[in-house]
């Protein structure tokens, strides 16, 4: 056997990675981007059971995520948002020479603000806006993430109770393959008994569906839309995620809890809430205090 030398590895690596970008520049072609990606999330998943680490980035290129044929119109009045953004930064203008008056020295951000202006009134009014008057939020951020395969609700209870278990909603869903036993609903109520916030009813849609195909769809359009965003530390909800896959047009339902889990949190939106805002008082002036 004969050993290859350092320049012929090189020339021979060279050669296949442009094979393989012509062979990718032939299915999109051919194919079209669609067909492009499915490849790629399908070499991926091959890859990883073959115990490849994929590297992981949340940074992307700078670069549209659509192309400009595929954007859609401004969702509302360029006219009517640029005349109130102009009140906010005139209010805010007033404010600091108001207050200089009393004061010197006051207000020197106020130039930052109004380069910004635009960048936080667009998205006040149409990404990153809250959920108000029966209207859904925007952007869901996945920021936490919990999974130990065959764990008591016990201990799943105290991993979620650190993330504020008095006012977190937690949805549960009924489990399809022990319909008989009402697995979901004896879980819930071992859960509320580890004074877990569970809501009152299973997860499903508010028409009553509880499909997974319903949820997977409901899914794919807020992450290809940017409305569902997970923190890149996550990284066992990525590797669910690149398992995620079908056989013979049917989701194959392994290793998918984190999945599961934020499908029910998008079915069960609809009551979704705000950490409350605590307020604490100062003793009255004089008044006494028990060591």
Sequence with gaps: MRNTAPSDARELEALETREWLESLDYVLQHGGPARVGRLLRELGIHAQKSGVKLPFTANTPYINTIHTDEEVPYPGSREIERRIKSLVRWNAMAMVVKANRIEDGIGGHISTYASSATLYEVGFNHF??????????????????????????????????????????????????????????????????????????????PDGGSGVEAGLMAMLDRMQSGRLKVFAHLTEWFDEFRLYHRKDGKVVKEYDDLMSATRYALMMLRYATTEPVRRHRSPPSGSWQAA
């Design 128 to 205: 990153f806006r809250g959920r108000e008057g029966g209207r859904e939020g925007d952007i869901i951020y996945v920021t936490r993430a919990f999974r130990q395969r065959e764990s008591t609700p016990i201990m799943h209870a105290a991993a979620i109770r650190a993330w504020g278990s008095e006012w977190v909603p937690c949805a549960w869903p009924h489990d399809g393959l022990v319909h008989d036993k009402g697995s979901g609903s004896e879980l819930a109520t071992q859960y509320r008994a580890q004074h877990l916030t569970m809501l009152r009813e299973r997860a499903t849609f």
